[in-house]
């Protein structure tokens, strides 16, 4: 039985090593859909569409004492998760406002948190999106903000709330730009 996982093992390493020789240098995997938003490795180049997050601000909590927070993106069924880059969440409590980019960020009041890094992402015109926002939980995750935006090919301002009546009020402020 050894052997034979073993045969089956090397064969799969030759043959992963076979296609990745054969494909031409540069070349890029065709992309499956309609994939709009993108990952950016470093600095976007001039002239692309990028979205900025501003702030984060908890006006009331969806837990007592505190909540743990992320920040996602959600595209044709695929989801980036932008904030906490470190994969987990931020601790918040009331009347916090994290702030990404001071430019963007719309604090009414309360403590400003430095938000530090988020995932990057460039927007193509005519993109769909969602940002959400969750909640950590044992049983299972909260949604506490959800905000649909389409790109209108240029900057704009993206602002949402949480609906009232739920037990909870977040809001965020981000934008679309374009890159210098």
């Known amino acids: 039985m050894r052997t034979t996982l073993s045969r089956i093992a090397a064969t799969a390493a030759a043959l992963s090593l076979a296609t990745f020789l054969a494909t031409p240098a540069g070349a890029v995997a065709a992309d499956p859909g309609e994939r709009k938003v993108r990952l950016t490795s470093g600095a976007p180049l001039a002239g692309e569409l990028v979205l900025v997050l501003g702030s984060l601000e908890a006006f009331d909590l969806e837990e007592s004492g505190q909540d743990e927070v992320r920040v996602e993106l ?62 950590d939980d044992h049983i299972g995750d909260d949604l506490l903000l959800s905000i649909p935006v389409i790109s209108n090919g240029g900057p704009q301002e993206i602002e949402g709330r949480s609906t009232s009546g739920k037990g909870f009020s977040y809001g965020l402020s981000a934008r679309i730009e374009v890159a210098s």
């Open 74 to 135: 959600k595209e044709n069924g695929g989801t980036y998760y932008m904030w906490p880059t470190n994969g987990k969440e931020a601790e918040t409590r009331l009347g916090y406002c994290w702030t990404w980019t001071s430019a963007a960020a719309k604090c009414s009041g309360g403590t400003r948190r430095s938000a530090g890094p988020y995932t990057r992402l460039t927007v193509a015109p005519g993109a769909s999106f969602t940002i959400e926002v969750w909640e």
